[in-house]
């Protein structure tokens, strides 16, 4: 137990801190603003090629370890179908009802498994992300596209979000580099060892600055429901796919923790530009990630890491 807190207290402590810089305003709204974008698109990236690229994935079941991923996704996403034919949950609330069931916060993970696994275990968080990242986005492109109806959903601009994504390409360019056993540059590594040291810090306070505790005020059903899938149904989904593969305990505890992260921030963006339900997305956000203190709590206890 005292690992688990080691390993979750200074995470959701970050997460605090960075809630505390909004309420006083410090440095600024623009300044976090631009945080988000440097954080995204360079000190991720740099994190993701550098583990990637020097990581040792020799004998690793990528397969079975990454199909346990998607399947689990998958299963969240037709249970999220089930449950909305049966209900009158409008087209844009259950976009985000299922963006709050899919999505995972990136930062928050890496965190988590860098604290608990090291090295080894964000190499292979990276592979799983590879895959999961398009897979979402394409589920929530079209969850957008056929109870939404908006025109901006289009499969074109699914594809474009895909091949742009700088984690994605990130993955890639790393685990392309480790493929072909290529070796980087002692200056080039160096300079990503440096890059990634500030990714997990900064990504963790932007979580926190763009916490909304007033939205969780208006909590609805759904609201429950998306919880409730991305907390608690995920995980014994992934955990029941991954012991049928017969996965090893470190690759079952990686998946099973992925499939309990919170939804991600980047969910409000995308109910924005699409149509969606705002207000709930926010509510959603939020809530997941004041619970996963708990829920995480209880999960890595029961995993006895």
Same mark, same amino acid.
């Given at each position: 137990?005292?690992?688990?807190?080691?390993?979750?207290?200074?995470?959701?402590?970050?997460?605090?801190?960075? $809630?505390?810089?909004?309420?006083?305003?410090?440095?600024?709204?623009?300044f976090w603003a631009?945080?988000?974008?440097?954080?995204?698109?360079?000190?991720?990236?740099?994190?993701?090629? $550098?583990?990637?690229?020097?990581?040792?994935?020799?004998?690793?079941?990528?397969?079975?370890?990454?199909?346990?991923?998607?399947?689990?996704?998958?299963?969240?996403?037709?249970?999220?179908?089930?449950?909305?034919?049966?209900?009158?949950?409008?087209?844009?609330?259950?976009?985000?009802?299922? =963006?709050?069931?899919?999505?995972?916060?990136?930062?928050?993970?890496?965190?988590?498994?860098?604290?608990?696994?090291?090295?080894?275990?964000?190499?292979?968080?990276?592979?799983?992300?590879?895959?999961?990242?398009?897979?979402?986005?394409?589920?929530?492109?079209?969850?957008?596209?056929?109870?939404?109806?908006?025109?901006?959903?289009?499969?074109?601009?699914?594809?474009?979000?895909?091949?742009?994504?700088?984690?994605?390409?990130?993955?890639?360019?790393?685990?392309?580099?480790?493929?072909?056993?290529?070796?980087?540059?002692?200056?080039?590594?160096?300079?990503?060892?440096?890059?990634?040291?500030?990714?997990?810090?900064?990504?963790?306070?932007?979580?926190?600055?763009?916490?909304?505790?007033?939205?969780?005020?208006?909590?609805?059903?759904?609201?429950?429901?998306?919880?409730?899938?991305?907390?608690?149904?995920?995980?014994?989904?992934?955990?029941?796919?991954?012991?049928?593969?017969?996965?090893?305990?470190?690759?079952?505890?990686?998946?099973?923790?992925?499939?309990?992260?919170p939804t991600a921030?980047?969910?409000?963006?995308?109910?924005? =530009?699409?149509?969606?339900?705002?207000?709930?997305?926010?509510?959603?956000?939020?809530? =997941?990630?004041?619970?996963?203190?708990?829920?995480?709590?209880?999960?890595?206890?029961?995993?006895?890491?």
């Amino acid at each position: 137990m005292e690992h688990i807190i080691s390993a979750l207290i200074p995470i959701f402590l970050l997460i605090l801190i960075g $809630y505390l810089f909004k309420r006083i305003k410090f440095p600024s709204n623009e300044f976090w603003a631009n945080a988000d974008k440097l954080t995204y698109y360079v000190l991720m990236p740099s994190l993701l090629v $550098y583990k990637l690229s020097t990581a040792s994935l020799d004998g690793l079941d990528a397969i079975d370890f990454v199909l346990t991923g998607i399947l689990g996704i998958l299963a969240v996403l037709v249970v999220n179908l089930i449950l909305n034919s049966k209900s009158k949950t409008s087209g844009a609330s259950f976009s985000s009802v299922v =963006q709050g069931a899919v999505r995972f916060n990136t930062y928050v993970y890496l965190a988590l498994i860098t604290a608990i696994f090291g090295d080894e275990g964000i190499a292979l968080a990276a592979l799983l992300i590879t895959f999961a990242i398009p897979l979402i986005n394409v589920i929530c492109i079209t969850i957008f596209a056929v109870f939404v109806n908006d025109k901006k959903a289009t499969f074109l601009g699914m594809l474009k979000s895909i091949i742009t994504n700088p984690l994605i390409i990130a993955c890639i360019l790393g685990g392309g580099i480790n493929y072909l056993d290529f070796t980087l540059p002692i200056i080039t590594l160096n300079l990503l060892k440096i890059l990634s040291a500030s990714a997990l810090p900064m990504g963790l306070l932007s979580i926190g600055f763009s916490l909304d505790l007033s939205s969780v005020k208006e909590a609805k059903a759904e609201l429950i429901i998306s919880s409730v899938l991305k907390l608690l149904v995920m995980p014994l989904f992934m955990y029941l796919i991954g012991t049928y593969f017969a996965l090893n305990t470190i690759l079952l505890s990686i998946v099973i923790i992925f499939a309990a992260m919170p939804t991600a921030p980047s969910s409000f963006i995308l109910s924005r =530009q699409l149509g969606g339900d705002t207000r709930l997305m926010a509510s959603i956000i939020t809530f =997941q990630t004041l619970l996963s203190v708990l829920s995480l709590s209880l999960l890595l206890g029961l995993l006895a890491l």
